[in-house]
């Protein structure tokens, strides 16, 4: 997130932000301001979802089933943060349920500022 003040004027600029802290980032913040003018990402803007633990139970369950049914999951990740928190989830629950089934990871950028093991 930008603040630029100009003339005694503000506005400030964000793209892709969370209010909710994940497994590995804080929520994001700004000091508080007022800024005459605010430019912001708003994918979910009026949407109301459910709770990020129901979120991810749901998730993992539906990756769950499709690997018992000897399917394949892919899970398109374009945020390096969300790749992230992505790979904790899915490891820990991995390791919860004794799952052998292999992860592959590879998402361009995301894949050379992480390493991560399975």
Known sequence: MFQVVSNGESFVYTGDYNSTPDN????????DCKPDVLITET???TTVRGTREQREIEFLEAIHNAVK???????????????QELCMVI?????QHNLKAPIYFSAGTTLKCT???F
């Not at 049914?69 to 790749?83: D, E, W």
């Not at 490891?91 to 390791?95: A, F, I, T, V």
Request: no cysteine; aromatic share 18%.
């Open 24 to 31: 590995h980032l804080e929520s994001a913040w700004i000091d």
């Open 69 to 83: 049914n000897n399917g394949k999951v892919l899970i398109p990740v374009f945020a390096l943060g969300r790749a």
């Open 43 to 45: 994918t979910y803007a």
């Open 115 to 117: 390493i991560y093991p």
């Open 91 to 95: 490891e820990n629950y991995w390791h």
